[in-house]
Structures are given as structure tokens and as C-alpha cells.
């Protein structure tokens, strides 16, 4: 049964970081690609980053150049750094296996 963690959240101050982490059960850590996905009140859930086996990332146009997704496959974890956020980065975050599974979210608040 896959399982995935997330921790992390919180409230932070315009231009401050954060840093998110997902810890996955269940299934083959290494073999599998992982992604975050945000959801804002009234929005779509949409794609933030993923990461390939590999290591290769992509991001959407909107945090490229602020977080940075990553992962540790002897810890079976996927981060997401966040830095110089902004009020619009106020969501649920959600870890996604790329191949089926989701966690339970963790909320960002980007607020002075």
C-alpha cells in the first residue's frame, strides 16, 4: 500500500523559506518518480515539480528559480525547498507518486 508523509508546512513571512518533506512506504522508492502538486483555495490543483529517477527536474514557470524539488533514495524521501515565497504560494502541498498516490497535504501560509 503506498504511503507518503508530508511535514513541514506552516506560516512564513513574504521572502522567507520553507522546507517540505514527503516520506514514502509501500512501494520501491528508487524505481518511481515523484512530483508536488499545490492547491489553492478556489483553484486547481496544479503541478509545482517533479523529479525523475534520475534526478532530472522540472518546474512550473512560477517558483523556477525559487524551490527546488529533490530526493534522498536511501531515505525514501522527496523535498521541496522553498525560498523568497510570496502570498501566492499559499496552498495545500501534496507529494504525488507518479504512478498512483498522494498524501495527505500540508498547508503553506505565506502572510505578514
Known amino acids: 500500500q503506498v504511503q507518503l508523509v508530508e511535514s513541514g508546512g506552516g506560516l512564513v513571512q513574504p521572502g522567507g523559506s520553507l522546507r517540505l518533506s514527503c516520506v514514502a512506504s509501500g512501494f520501491t522508492f528508487n524505481t518511481s518518480g515523484m512530483a508536488w502538486h499545490r492547491q489553492a483555495p478556489g483553484k486547481e490543483r496544479e503541478l509545482v515539480a517533479l523529479?525523475?529517477?534520475?534526478?532530472?527536474?522540472n518546474y512550473v514557470d512560477s517558483v523556477k528559480g525559487r524551490f527546488t524539488i529533490s530526493r534522498d533514495n536511501a531515505k525514501n524521501t522527496v523535498y521541496l525547498q522553498m525560498n523568497s515565497l510570496k502570498p501566492e504560494d499559499t496552498a495545500v502541498y501534496y507529494c504525488?507518486?507518479?504512478?498512483?498516490?498522494w498524501g495527505q497535504g500540508t498547508q503553506v501560509t505565506v502572510s505578514s
Open positions: 504525488n507518486r507518479i504512478l498512483g498516490g
Open positions: 523529479i525523475s529517477l534520475s534526478g532530472w527536474t
